[in-house]
């Protein structure tokens, strides 16, 4: 449960007048909702997507409701509710396209209007700890393709990249002319890059890897996936890895635009 991000402080007399005013005059009963929550964002796993927000403030709030739908047009239904401002969509699948929504319910039952925040995300899979040999010394374990998520040699037909160690340094090749590849930088995780780059790849269809470093590969058959290296030496990397099962879909981990409106998918052609 995350820490809320503010919270609301009442004197006792304030607290008398927001009760009073909560209450139905003719039956002493609370018909005013809550707030509608607000800062939803999502974080995506593997076969799973992750939801957080901020904890509404009112006193007397019971829990939130999730809502689900594939559009982000609605209709939404619900698949959720609980007390924390966080919730696990356990029955989202890899590849597909999901969009959510939230609601603030109090102890009386009075519901909130939707959060104006409505996000979506893609859950894709991702692997930790993959080994790859230099190609020359081992040349059946130096390949890896993203859409098996298999070790293969590295001149197989379904090879994206494979590790090369070559004067000193070291080198991910990817297959020349129809796949790129490009450097993002140092990361604290492979979850730090969430969409793939619209240019910047490298010319040389090779990168120089540094421990730390999160990078993206657009495959022959155009799609997306990053690896971020863990471990390396002459003789072998370690890395983990995301990949974005949608064709031609360089999302690797949620947007969301501003003001609530869901950020449209980057476009990009060959």
Request: proline share 6%.
């Amino acid at each position: 449960m995350r820490t809320p991000s503010h919270t609301l402080k009442l004197t006792p007399l304030i607290a008398l007048v927001v009760a009073i005013q909560s209450c139905d005059p003719m039956t002493g009963t609370d018909s005013i909702p809550p707030s509608s929550p607000t800062g939803l964002a999502t974080r995506t796993g593997d076969n799973f997507i992750e939801l957080f927000w901020d904890e509404s403030p009112e006193s007397d709030l019971e829990g939130y409701h999730v809502y689900l739908s594939s559009s982000s047009g609605g209709p939404f239904v619900l698949i959720g509710s609980g007390s924390a401002s966080y919730f696990v969509d356990t029955g989202a699948r890899n590849g597909q396209t999901y969009f959510y929504t939230v609601s603030a319910y109090d102890h009386s039952g009075n519901e909130s209007e939707l959060s104006r925040e409505i996000v979506y995300d893609i859950p894709r899979p991702e692997g930790y700890g993959v080994i790859l040999h230099d190609f020359r010394n081992l040349p059946d374990l130096g390949g890896y393709d993203f859409s098996t998520f298999r070790v293969l040699p590295y001149d197989d037909l379904y090879t994206d990249m494979y590790y090369e160690y070559y004067q000193g340094e070291y080198y991910m090749v990817v297959r020349l002319e129809d796949t790129d590849i490009q450097d993002m930088g140092a990361t604290s995780s492979i979850l730090d890059v969430p969409v793939a780059p619209a240019s910047g790849w490298s010319e040389t269809h090779d990168v120089r890897l540094t421990v730390g470093h999160t990078y993206v590969v657009w495959t022959w058959d155009d799609h997306y996936a990053k690896f971020r290296v863990t471990s390396i030496s002459p003789g072998r990397i370690v890395f983990d890895w995301a990949y974005q099962l949608q064709k031609a879909n360089p999302l690797l981990k949620r947007i969301v635009g501003e003001e609530g409106r869901v950020a449209p998918h980057l476009e990009r052609s060959r």
